[in-house]
């Protein structure tokens, strides 16, 4: 059986096929669904159930749905800051919105991309891997 993964993102169109085809290449992943979302990492961050913040939850839940997705990843598209604070920063803000898109989606696999402007995918650390169970 195909495995499907999506990608949650508020990234440029030109990061569409790197992103995929990581994905694909590291996660045997047969077909990608890609969420693009302002601000996605703000959303998921967001500690309330703001308007905002259920609707992505609603998009998500409507993908994973009818895909039958087994894979979700966040991307964060700011990482490729270089000074020492605002990356710590970054990678705490990632963590968070993993563990809050885990929260929605316990039986899925949901892991952390960090990419910078060059279509670059910087990392996928372990500590921005969650696994179900």
């Known amino acids: ?9 508020a990234v ?5 096929i790197p992103l995929m085809m990581w994905l694909q290449s590291h996660h045997d992943i047969s077909f990608v669904r890609i969420i693009s979302y302002r601000n996605v990492i703000d ?7 703001s308007p905002t913040n259920e609707l992505l939850h609603s998009r998500l839940d409507d993908v994973i749905e009818h895909t ?3 894979l979700v990843a966040v991307v964060d ?4 800051i270089h000074d020492q604070e605002g990356s710590l920063r970054n990678r705490e803000r990632l963590s968070a919105a993993i563990r809050r898109a885990q929260s929605w989606f316990p039986d899925l696999t949901v892991i952390g991309l960090s990419v910078d402007d060059r279509c670059r ?4 650390s372990p500590e921005y891997r969650r696994r179900a169970g």
Request: a negative charge.
């Open 77 to 80: 598209s700011r990482s490729g």
């Open 43 to 49: 959303v998921l961050t967001d500690e309330t159930n």
């Open 12 to 16: 440029e169109d030109k990061l569409f």
């Open 121 to 124: 995918i910087l990392s996928e």
């Open 1 to 9: 059986m195909d495995r499907v993964g999506v990608i949650l993102c």
């Open 68 to 70: 039958g997705a087994s």
